[in-house]
């Protein structure tokens, strides 16, 4: 039989209390190796919820430094061209809470920031954003509510950055998985051209 966890009293019951440590680790003001870590990361997850709850969660990223940091207070985050279906900047337009984690590759542990969130559309400091030439198509601002560092432990468990535990041809190729699982009108011939070299040619062209 199942046992589900209902309510805040089990839940501690069954994790126990938090190290004191971590418990206190929260702050809400960049700290300069934040910026450091910032500066060094290509790659983030952006989370957010809807205001009926649904959530999302979308990867983010560009060459290492791509999330500006604003003030001691405030980072933003570019938009480059995509699939346009912006599922989390609907949700943040209805609410704006937002959690993001900032991975550099190598690191086992992470940089967690969750804040406040608001879409820019253009300010002055996009032209900091520039890459390959190209500005954002827009900016996630993201005011600091809390701010902290994440064990390693996720990683190491999963070995993520271990290459002898990789496995990327353990599925078809991305044409493919298109192809069977959503079964588009484009010929498989036709999304392996779509997704091939120049692919990687059209990233900020849109």
């Not at 209902?6 to 209390?17: F, I, P, Q, V």
């Not at 001691?72 to 937002?98: C, K, M, Q, S, W």
């Not at 920031?113 to 900091?128: K, S």
């Amino acid at each position: 039989m199942t046992a589900e966890i209902t309510s805040h009293e089990e839940l501690r019951a069954l994790l126990g209390a938090p190290m004191p440590r971590a418990a206190a680790k929260e702050r809400t003001v960049l700290h300069e190796r934040d910026r450091e870590w910032l500066a060094a990361s290509p790659f983030c997850l952006v989370a957010t919820a809807g205001a009926d709850g649904s959530c999302d969660v979308s990867p983010k990223g560009d060459p290492a430094g791509f999330a500006l940091v604003l003030d001691e207070r405030t980072i933003a985050v570019p938009e480059r061209p995509g699939n346009r279906r912006a599922d989390g900047y609907r949700n943040i337009l209805d609410n704006p809470h937002v959690g993001l984690i900032f991975l550099i590759p190598g690191r086992t542990d992470t940089l967690r920031i969750n804040g406040r969130a608001r879409l820019v559309r253009d300010a002055p400091y996009f032209d900091d954003m520039l890459v390959q030439g190209h500005r954002p198509v827009l900016a996630v601002e993201v005011a600091v509510a809390q701010i902290f560092y994440h064990c390693a432990k996720a990683f190491l468990r999963s070995e993520l950055w271990q290459p002898e535990t990789w496995q990327p041809d353990a599925l078809p190729s991305r044409a493919r998985l298109i192809k069977e699982v959503e079964t588009p009108a484009e010929s498989l011939a036709d999304l392996e051209r779509y997704y091939g070299p120049a692919y990687a040619e059209k990233l900020y062209r849109g």
